[in-house]
């Protein structure tokens, strides 16, 4: 700091020094919201906590009172016994340093300046490196309020200094008239430099989420620091922290420091992703940390993941349940073929992680029909009896896959079943006596859904025979219906023949084979 703070003596002490407005523009890549710092001003804050003095000899004495009816932060010249004067370009300074990640944009302050045997002074701003510019050099110890130049500087200086030495090289003289006093400072920053951020946690683990999960944040920003974390589901805020409350807010919306904000931040949330606004499925997630700004637009840093989310099993109200056992009555496996028209019993039993029986707790039932891309959905749930025993007893329908799950807050449990149905198939004859090369007709109907366009084979045979012949094929209409037309060919004697349909397993449609009850018709001569 000392040397950009020296560089300034090369700078015309009483004329602004014009700089091209295209040198100092903001970097294009930041959002730049700004704000404004009060320091040493009455009335709304009297400290100076930012303004740090420096000096390239003892014989500028620095002094700080903010009071109101003081001149606020002060720099005079004393000289020491046996001492005549200064060198020239000797100097005193108070000096604010924007912060890494900002710049000096603006602002105001008011001084009051005094000349005494070449000592002058004068408030300027300087950029990271190259010239300086004064700003403000009025020495009539008269109160000014000034404006600070518009730019990207990185520091901010009240300075005495040797400037028009009357005895050679030196300021020679006590000069203790000379002075700089400066008080009511506003300084506008700009932060130019985005946070960082990093979030971890259960919730992005990439297994399949249910219950309450955590979000590991951990975020820093070396400007302004920061104001706000916010956590965002699915297009809605779900949680976070406002950090404005620690950013040294002062009334009028400033604030007292030129790093108001904490620079860091580190905090798990936990979300349980069983209520809004999570939703069964993928769920997007965005974990933004934000800088400081009074003014414009923040600089924002965000993560955004898909998570996968899955409380179909509603939370049990009694914990410790460890394993979930289930099978088929009838056969106590984990897979049953049955008819259209029988209901499956599933029965089972929750323990714990010594074996022992959990008694009312709430196990369920998901399942969806055995069909591509069909997702589950909860069928039903019950409570486990004192031996830990539970009992489901489906509708009839198509055949289906199962899951038997328990989940207690974020875990979970389950154990899968699958359920094979014989296809429900009516079969109706034209008439029950025919002669032979006399036209009947064979209609019916098969179980859905997706029984549109599926193959129905008619059968037939003479009772007592083992030999079946194919009869007909036909194809369903849209709404599950077939039918079919037949002739007998000539019989030697009458003769009774028994038909029956059959639906074979076909891609695409939840059924095994079924077929229809027999059907009998006469045939004679």
Same mark, same amino acid.
């Given at each position: 700091?000392?040397? %950009?703070?020296?560089?300034?003596?090369?700078?015309?002490?009483?004329?602004?020094?014009?700089?091209?407005?295209?040198?100092?523009?903001?970097?294009?890549?930041? #959002?730049?919201?700004?704000?404004?710092?009060?320091?040493?001003?009455?009335?709304?804050?009297?400290?100076?906590?930012?303004?740090?003095?420096?000096?390239?000899?003892?014989?500028?004495?620095?002094?700080?009172?903010?009071?109101?009816?003081?001149?606020?932060?002060?720099?005079?010249?004393?000289?020491?016994?046996?001492?005549?004067?200064?060198?020239?370009?000797?100097?005193?300074?108070?000096?604010?340093?924007?912060?890494?990640?900002?710049?000096?944009?603006?602002?105001?302050?008011?001084?009051?300046?005094?000349?005494?045997?070449?000592?002058?002074?004068?408030?300027?701003?300087?950029?990271?490196?190259?010239?300086?510019?004064?700003?403000?050099? #009025?020495?009539?110890? #008269?109160?000014?309020?000034?404006?600070?130049?518009?730019?990207?500087?990185?520091?901010?200086?009240?300075?005495?200094?040797?400037?028009?030495?009357?005895?050679?090289?030196?300021?020679?003289?006590?000069? *203790?008239?000379?002075?700089?006093?400066?008080?009511?400072?506003?300084?506008?920053?700009?932060?130019?430099?985005?946070?960082?951020?990093?979030?971890?946690?259960?919730?992005?683990?990439?297994?399949?989420?249910?219950?309450?999960?955590?979000?590991?944040?951990? %975020?820093?920003?070396?400007?302004?620091?920061?104001?706000?974390?916010?956590?965002?589901?699915?297009?809605?805020?779900?949680?976070?922290?406002?950090?404005?409350?620690?950013?040294?807010?002062?009334?009028?919306?400033?604030?007292?420091?030129?790093?108001?904000?904490?620079?860091?931040?580190? *905090?798990?949330?936990?979300?349980?992703?069983?209520?809004?606004?999570?939703?069964?499925?993928?769920?997007?997630?965005?974990?933004?940390?934000?800088?400081?700004?009074?003014?414009?637009?923040?600089?924002?840093?965000?993560?955004?993941?898909?998570?996968?989310?899955?409380?179909?099993?509603?939370?049990?109200?009694?914990?410790?349940?460890?394993?979930?056992?289930?099978?088929?009555?009838?056969?106590?496996?984990?897979?049953?073929?049955?008819?259209?028209?029988?209901?499956?019993?599933?029965?089972?039993?929750?323990?714990?992680?010594?074996?022992?029986?959990?008694?009312?707790?709430?196990?369920?039932?998901?399942?969806?029909?055995?069909?591509?891309?069909?997702?589950?959905?909860?069928?039903?749930?019950?409570?486990?009896?004192?031996?830990?025993?539970?009992?489901?007893?489906?509708?009839?329908?198509?055949?289906?896959?199962?899951?038997?799950?328990?989940?207690?807050?974020?875990? #979970?449990?389950?154990?899968?079943?699958?359920?094979?149905?014989?296809?429900?198939?009516?079969?109706?004859?034209?008439?029950?006596?025919?002669?032979?090369?006399?036209?009947?007709?064979?209609?019916?109907?098969?179980?859905?859904?997706?029984?549109?366009?599926?193959?129905?084979?008619?059968?037939?045979?003479?009772?007592?025979? *083992?030999?079946?012949?194919?009869?007909?094929?036909?194809?369903?209409?849209?709404?599950?219906?077939?039918?079919?037309?037949?002739?007998?060919?000539?019989?030697?004697?009458?003769?009774?023949?028994?038909?029956?349909?059959?639906?074979?397993?076909?891609?695409?449609?939840?059924?095994?084979?079924?077929?229809?009850?027999?059907?009998?018709?006469?045939?004679?001569?």
């Amino acid at each position: 700091m000392r040397d %950009a703070i020296r560089q300034l003596t090369n700078v015309p002490r009483w004329l602004p020094v014009a700089l091209m407005a295209g040198l100092f523009l903001l970097p294009s890549s930041a #959002q730049a919201g700004s704000y404004i710092v009060a320091q040493c001003s009455p009335g709304v804050y009297t400290g100076a906590d930012d303004a740090g003095f420096t000096a390239s000899t003892t014989h500028y004495t620095p002094r700080a009172d903010c009071s109101p009816s003081a001149p606020g932060l002060q720099i005079t010249h004393t000289l020491a016994g046996g001492e005549t004067g200064t060198v020239q370009g000797g100097f005193g300074a108070w000096v604010w340093t924007a912060p890494a990640g900002t710049y000096i944009t603006g602002g105001s302050t008011f001084s009051r300046l005094a000349t005494e045997s070449g000592q002058h002074g004068y408030l300027a701003v300087s950029p990271d490196s190259g010239g300086g510019l004064s700003y403000e050099n #009025q020495n009539d110890d #008269q109160g000014h309020e000034s404006g600070i130049p518009a730019g990207n500087w990185r520091f901010l200086v009240a300075r005495l200094e040797c400037t028009q030495p009357n005895e050679g090289n030196r300021c020679v003289g006590a000069a *203790k008239g000379a002075h700089t006093y400066v008080k009511q400072v506003r300084i506008q920053l700009t932060d130019v430099v985005s946070p960082t951020i990093s979030i971890g946690g259960s919730m992005f683990s990439g297994a399949e989420l249910r219950g309450p999960q955590t979000i590991s944040v951990s %975020a820093a920003d070396q400007g302004a620091g920061l104001q706000s974390v916010q956590v965002v589901v699915n297009g809605q805020g779900a949680t976070g922290d406002d950090l404005s409350g620690s950013c040294n807010p002062l009334p009028g919306n400033m604030t007292s420091r030129l790093s108001p904000c904490p620079p860091s931040f580190g *905090k798990t949330y936990t979300l349980d992703t069983a209520k809004a606004p999570f939703r069964e499925g993928a769920n997007s997630i965005s974990v933004c940390a934000y800088d400081y700004t009074q003014t414009g637009t923040p600089n924002a840093a965000c993560e955004s993941k898909e998570v996968l989310v899955n409380n179909l099993c509603p939370g049990s109200p009694v914990g410790g349940g460890n394993t979930i056992t289930a099978g088929f009555a009838g056969n106590h496996k984990g897979e049953r073929t049955l008819a259209f028209r029988h209901r499956a019993l599933i029965r089972g039993r929750l323990r714990d992680p010594a074996g022992n029986p959990v008694a009312n707790a709430q196990v369920c039932l998901q399942g969806h029909t055995d069909l591509p891309g069909r997702p589950f959905h909860l069928i039903g749930t019950a409570t486990t009896n004192e031996a830990g025993g539970w009992t489901f007893k489906l509708r009839r329908g198509p055949s289906r896959s199962l899951r038997v799950a328990y989940r207690f807050g974020a875990f #979970q449990t389950s154990t899968d079943l699958t359920l094979h149905m014989r296809t429900r198939v009516t079969l109706h004859l034209s008439r029950h006596r025919t002669r032979v090369h006399k036209r009947i007709y064979f209609s019916g109907e098969i179980a859905g859904p997706s029984c549109a366009l599926r193959v129905v084979v008619m059968r037939g045979t003479v009772p007592g025979s *083992k030999r079946r012949f194919l009869v007909r094929r036909a194809k369903t209409d849209a709404l599950c219906h077939y039918r079919a037309a037949y002739a007998f060919s000539p019989v030697p004697r009458t003769t009774r023949f028994v038909f029956n349909a059959v639906v074979p397993e076909q891609n695409g449609y939840p059924y095994v084979r079924g077929h229809s009850v027999p059907r009998y018709i006469r045939v004679r001569r």
